[in-house]
């Protein structure tokens, strides 16, 4: 988007939003009785921002910044992991405590990984055929029907991934009920300023895409 006044800016913004979330995710936080990992607090913007990138710019635009999210968070991974091998000064003592919040496991990076690219790329899919559909109307039914799909895969495949096995079945199916319910409420809440944004950035900008003849293949670059 060469002409662009705020794409970068927006894509700068999803990108850490999501690195944030995945550094923060680490802490389980109680909100109201209901345990979730704080992330919770800034993780549904990515979404939103994804349902601006995708309502104003279009799927391929949005697909550009979802993969530079990906590979963002992968350099950030590998940075940590580095930072966590590399042999302490005598003086640190805090080793052990940088392991623990920053460090990761295996299966845990690719619960996330898999999680991410499949929500988010569900999430900008149903939101850009619903706009063709509807012929740009009711955006609240796109933004909003597209996060039930979008962070409703999203949360099953990174807590069935991640916890199957580790924790109880009933456990497990509570934790995906609970972050889905949580990151839609959220969504919804937001929805009047979603609005806000997506009217100015197309008056501003002068551009409202319809993908309509829009190849979906998530991978096409």
């Known amino acids: 988007m060469p002409n662009s006044k705020f794409y970068q800016l927006i894509s700068a913004l999803f990108v850490t ?26 993780f549904p913007i990515t979404y939103i921002i994804g349902d601006v990138l995708t309502e104003v710019y279009g799927f391929a635009a949005a697909r550009r910044v979802i993969w530079i999210g990906f590979f963002c968070n992968l350099l950030a991974v590998i940075a ?80 069935t991934l991640a916890f199957t096995g580790v924790m109880p079945g009933t456990v497990v199916g509570s934790l995906i009920v609970t972050q889905w319910i949580f990151k839609v409420l959220f969504e919804t809440v937001l929805t009047p300023v979603t609005y806000l944004v997506v009217g100015y950035l197309k008056k501003t900008e002068k551009i409202d895409v319809y993908d309509s003849e829009t190849s979906f293949n998530p991978i096409k670059m």
């Not at 690195?19 to 979730?36: C, D, E, M, P, R």
């Not at 930072?83 to 299966?107: V, Y």
């Open 17 to 42: 939003c999501l690195i944030i979330s995945n550094i923060i995710a680490v802490k389980i936080g109680s909100f109201g009785g209901y345990f979730l990992p704080v992330a919770v607090i800034l």
């Open 80 to 159: 940590i992991w580095i930072g966590i091998k590399i042999t302490p000064a005598p003086f640190f003592q805090n080793q052990s405590a940088f392991e623990t919040i920053l460090g990761f496991t295996p299966r845990l990076l690719v619960a996330s990984f898999v999680a991410y690219l499949v929500g988010q790329f569900a999430n900008s899919l149903v939101l850009a055929k619903m706009k063709v559909k509807t012929q740009g109307k009711y955006l609240w039914m796109r933004t909003i029907g597209s996060t039930i799909v979008g962070e409703g895969l999203d949360s099953v495949i990174f807590i």
